[in-house]
């Protein structure tokens, strides 16, 4: 069965720090990958998603993630932290159940931005 | 993409009540899913709600505690029954435009129920 970790629960950087968000992924076939945000009080908003080709993908709000097979990673990345990035960040992995296609999400990570 | 629409955006019920959650979408739509995200959580799927066909519940959700309707290509509900505080929650509805895998899901706000 597929999985998602993200082995951070909590991080906090400082305002204009670079981020790195983990996450690893357990998939038997090709993985189709996503980053969601969910900001308090808010819904999950797409930042990213990875389908094939080009394995650094490029977001919204100046958010990348790389995929790395051979690390089983799609770690999410920012060079300059902004205050208003404080939220929690899903990796999710698109996977198959009996009746559609569904998603994975791993536990979370909560960031946090110190000015 | 997609726009959608949950209410109520918040209650608070009592125990033993029952409260259905409204998804409305702004387009029409195959697929749609119910996760639940409890307290600190991620998100978990509930059931997927394809549209002309009995949702199909995943492991540990039941029917008969969260029956869901899909009367329609824009519209479904959630109902969660006989409620206790083990069900507050934030219920999220979702939906994706394509059943392919490679296509990304779109959610609505969130229904945030606490139970007293």
């Known amino acids: 069965a597929q999985s998602v970790t993200q082995p951070d629960i909590h991080i906090t950087v400082s305002e204009g720090a670079s981020l790195e968000l983990r996450c690893n992924y357990s998939y038997g076939a090709t993985p189709y990958l996503f980053w969601y945000v969910q900001s308090p009080g808010q819904g999950l908003q797409l930042l990213l998603k990875y389908f094939s080709g080009d394995t650094l993908v490029q977001g919204i709000k100046g958010f990348e993630a790389e995929f790395k097979r051979s690390q089983s990673s799609f770690n999410l990345r920012k060079p300059s932290v902004h205050w208003s990035d404080a939220a929690e960040y899903f990796c999710a992995v698109g996977s198959d159940n009996n009746a559609g296609n569904m998603l994975t999400f791993g536990g979370g990570t909560r960031l946090m931005v110190k000015p | 993409s997609a726009v959608i629409s949950q209410k109520p955006s918040r209650d608070i019920c009592q125990r033993g009540t029952s409260l259905t959650i409204q998804c409305q979408v702004d387009s029409q739509v195959t697929m749609m899913f119910w996760y639940r995200q409890q307290p600190g959580q991620s998100l978990t799927l509930i059931a997927t709600a394809n549209q002309g066909s009995e949702a199909t519940y995943e492991s540990g959700f039941v029917i008969d505690k969260f029956p869901i309707s899909r009367p329609n290509l824009t519209f479904s509900t959630l109902t969660v029954s006989n409620m206790s505080p083990e069900d507050s929650s934030i219920y999220l509805c979702?939906?994706?435009?394509?059943?392919?895998?490679?296509?990304?899901?779109?959610f609505g706000q969130g229904t945030r129920l606490t139970v007293v």
């Open positions: 979702s939906v994706k435009l394509q059943a392919t895998e490679n296509t990304e899901a779109f």
